[in-house]
């Protein structure tokens, strides 16, 4: 415990996060395990992605698989790389298309969640335009020896701005973005605050009618059901203009989108997920990364799921040698296996250590009895079917609260004396390394 230095306020998120079965939003990196390939295929992408190119990824696994926390992992990953990130959780009120606004609560959703490195929270929107005016001005004053206040000042920063947004107007919609954020820019020079507020309001597609937009902004057309996805592309060129690497979007609960009943409403989200595929996997997008997480009922179903519809089914099965049982994490469709045996063991000795480091005790369980709560987990009826990462970890810490809350209590009493006899007749010690550990967890049948 005295070598594992973490901030107060991340065990405490981790703890609580952790107790409760949810992904924790802060410190996955102190109890990350495995996923190795996959991680390192969608680094690969976020590469191709700062280079003006575009990804597409479904991350399917089974409930309490991993497929948040990886999606989460990632998020954070890409801000310490300088992207602009943005995070939504689909469900029967967010979708990617529907005739009650749904498609654009989606956009707002993601608006919402905006974040950069140093504003991790969400809420960046405007902090990003904020940022962007300022190197503008600092730019300015340094390329024409300008002074702050300088009458000539204002309008340098000016052209700098269509320079930029000159560049979009090319783009669908880009003409009214350009004009918005040269409305935003007009209320940061004069201090109008309202005309800032509603060019913020716009941008996160909060205007309920083009009259209002027409009024407050002279633009005659506002962000909808139809057009919400237009302007994600538009938001990731934008990015890339203004210094960042570009744009990802995190969609997590895509199962949500299986759920639809109605079959007409199922078969035009499938066909905005068709839309999203094609422009960034041909290139019609630049900067801009979709990561979709889901069960794999919500992909390989025939009747209902993204197999149902045959232009993404073509697009997404497996080919004939990947099917062979080669991964090459090229496909669109990450498939997350369950962790083994020793990648969940490593994730109980973090866990132990994190929760005595939080508590400020010394770790009482060894790790033969971390070995003993293994067994007892997948020695269980079904295990092989039912048991997740998420299953394990929420027990594990239900046992650690357990012991630490009732001194009197003992390990053994909780799990019983076979959860940690070792093999009969090995006389096995406790591993002093990974490596040990990897011989040590040999002499067990898990």
């Known amino acids: 415990m005295g070598e594992l230095k973490i901030p107060k306020r991340l065990t405490t998120a981790l703890v609580n996060s952790l107790t409760a079965g949810v992904v924790p939003r802060v410190g996955l990196e102190f109890i990350a395990v495995g996923r190795k390939p996959e991680v390192e295929a969608i680094l690969r992408d976020m590469d191709n992605i700062a280079e003006g190119g575009a990804a597409f990824r479904l991350i399917t696994g089974r409930y309490g698989s991993g497929k948040s926390f990886l999606l989460q992992m990632i998020r954070n990953y890409a801000m310490d790389r300088d992207f602009v990130v943005a995070d939504a959780d689909l469900s029967p009120e967010r979708r990617l298309v529907g005739t009650k ?8 959703e993601l ?8 504003r991790p929270d969400g809420g ?3 902090m990003i335009l904020q940022k962007w005016i300022a190197a503008l001005q600092q730019s300015v004053m340094q390329a024409a020896g300008l002074r702050p206040g300088d009458p000539g000042l204002n309008e340098q920063v000016e052209l700098r701005i269509f320079e930029v947004t000159g560049r979009m107007q090319s783009l ?3 003409f009214d973005f350009a004009k918005v954020l040269a409305s935003y820019w007009n209320g940061y020079k004069l201090g109008d605050d309202d005309r800032k507020q509603a060019a913020l309001r716009w941008l996160r597609g909060e205007y309920p009618t083009k009259t209002e937009a027409r009024k407050d902004l002279g633009v005659g057309v506002i962000i909808d059901d139809d057009s919400w996805y237009d302007y994600i592309k538009l938001w990731s060129e934008f990015t890339a203009a203004i210094g960042y690497k570009g744009l990802l979007l995190f969609i997590d609960e895509g199962v949500n989108l299986y759920k639809i009943t109605n079959t007409a409403s199922r078969q035009s989200n499938y066909e905005k997920l068709l ?3 094609n422009d960034t996997m041909q290139g019609k997008a630049e900067h801009l990364g979709i990561l979709m997480g889901g069960t794999p009922q919500f992909v390989e179903d025939e009747r209902r799921g993204l197999f149902s519809y045959d232009a993404l089914r073509s697009r997404l099965i497996d080919g004939r040698y990947g099917s062979a049982g080669f991964k090459t994490y090229a496909s669109p469709i990450l498939k997350l296996d369950m962790l083994s045996h020793e990648e969940i063991l490593i994730l109980l000795q973090k ?3 994190i929760h005595a480091l939080h508590f400020q005790y010394d770790p009482l369980l060894t790790d033969e009895q971390l070995i003993g709560f293994m067994q007892n987990a997948v ?3 079904g295990a092989d079917e039912l048991l997740t990462p998420r299953e394990v970890v929420r027990d594990f810490m239900d046992l650690l609260h357990t012991l630490h809350q009732h001194p009197d209590c003992t390990f053994e009493a909780l799990l019983g004396e076979m959860a940690v006899q070792p093999a009969a007749g090995k006389g096995v010690k406790s591993p002093a390394d990974e490596d040990d550990l990897v011989d040590f967890l040999a002499e067990f049948e898990l």
Do not use: C, I, K, P
């Open 101 to 108: 606004g749904q498609g654009l609560a989606t956009y707002r």
């Open 111 to 118: 608006m919402t969640h905006l974040s950069t490195r140093t």
């Open 124 to 126: 960046a929107l405007e």
């Open 172 to 174: 669908v919609h880009g």
């Open 275 to 277: 839309t999203m595929f």
């Open 351 to 353: 866990l132990r250590d």
């Open 379 to 381: 020695g269980r009826l």
